[in-house]
């Protein structure tokens, strides 16, 4: 297929009418959330709410822009590269949604093992609320690198559009899921992402850290051991939380966190681990040089 006829598939492919539809849906569930919390006296932090809002139409602009193109150009080669293929049918569709919400669940749980990939994904973790807005709390970085996890399904014959596409309506699919309103649904929390299921990956709650990873179904994190049940009440937010609403500082505080422990580096294995490794881990001088400092300050005092 042609770069011109994928390209075209964007707008005349007949799976862009569930698209759009999902994205109306989708705005229309949180207004009427917003309604409901309004009318009801439902605690809110409406200043995190605006801050929502605002990370929601900076991604919109940005998404109709630069990086609308950046990764379908980037999966082209490796399109071309293959001499797998497989055709756009109604099964290979469900087939696409299938093998994208498999590659989100990895792509979902490097977010949260890799520092340099958690420092955008933490955007979405940040808020202490949890209502529909903050299904909008989605970093604008990740669109850089975000196609990066479609390239092996692009290798087994998938198209840049339909990978692309499988990839949108698993993110689609998990706005309804960020609400306190929904209690638990029996059956479906065991097989579905629902608003129980997905309640327990925002916890900050030590059972709850890195859970439930999956984004329609739940199958990926019982076969991979990261599934948990909704038991105890969710602490949402980070385990050291950012107390901020400027959307600005929202998306880059945890960057520049990371470019702080950089500069502290001894050795340039030390700054590449800071950067790709683990998010807790820190070099043993770092733990040193704070317990000089915890001295000298009790010394000060007793002075």
């Known amino acids: 297929m042609s770069i011109d006829s994928l390209v075209a598939l964007f707008d005349l492919h007949q799976i862009m009418w569930i698209v759009a539809t999902l994205f109306v849906i989708n705005m229309t569930i949180t207004g009427i959330e917003v309604v409901l919390d309004l009318t009801t006296h439902k605690e809110r932090r409406w200043k995190d709410t605006a801050a929502n809002c605002a990370i929601f139409v900076a991604h919109q602009v940005i998404e ?8 379908f150009v980037a999966l082209l080669p490796f399109y071309y590269l293959t001499p797998l293929t497989i055709p756009m049918t109604a099964w290979t569709w469900l087939l696409a949604v299938l093998a994208a919400d498999f590659t ?5 749980r490097l977010e949260h093992e890799h520092r340099i990939l958690w420092a955008s994904h933490s955007v979405h973790h940040s808020s ?3 209502n529909l807005t903050v299904g909008f709390r989605l970093s604008v970085v990740e669109g850089f690198f975000e196609w990066a996890f479609l390239i092996p399904m692009i290798l087994i014959g998938f198209n840049p559009f339909q990978a692309i596409v499988g990839l949108v309506l698993v993110a689609q699919y998990q706005h309804w899921v960020h609400t306190e309103r929904v209690t638990k649904l029996g059956w479906l929390d065991e097989v579905f992402n629902t608003p129980s299921v997905h309640r327990v990956h925002h916890g900050s709650n030590r059972q709850y850290l ?3 990873y999956g984004g329609i179904l739940m199958i990926w994190d019982k076969l991979f051991g990261t599934f948990e049940r909704e038991d105890e009440k969710v602490v949402y937010g980070l385990t050291r939380n950012i107390h901020t ?6 998306t880059f505080v945890e960057f520049g966190h990371i ?3 950089v ?3 001894r050795t340039l294995k030390d700054r ?4 790709f490794g683990g998010l807790s881990w820190r070099p043993e001088y770092f733990r040193t040089a704070k317990q000089d400092a915890d001295l000298d300050t009790s010394a000060m005092k007793n002075d």
Do not use: F, V
């Open 64 to 71: 109709k822009t630069a990086l609308a193109s950046l990764g």
């Open 104 to 108: 989100y669940y990895w792509m979902h």
């Open 128 to 130: 202490e609320d949890y």
């Open 210 to 212: 890195d859970k439930n």
């Open 245 to 250: 609403n400027n959307p600005i500082k929202i």
């Open 259 to 261: 470019w702080q422990d």
């Open 263 to 265: 500069k502290k580096c």
């Open 272 to 275: 590449l681990r800071i950067i």
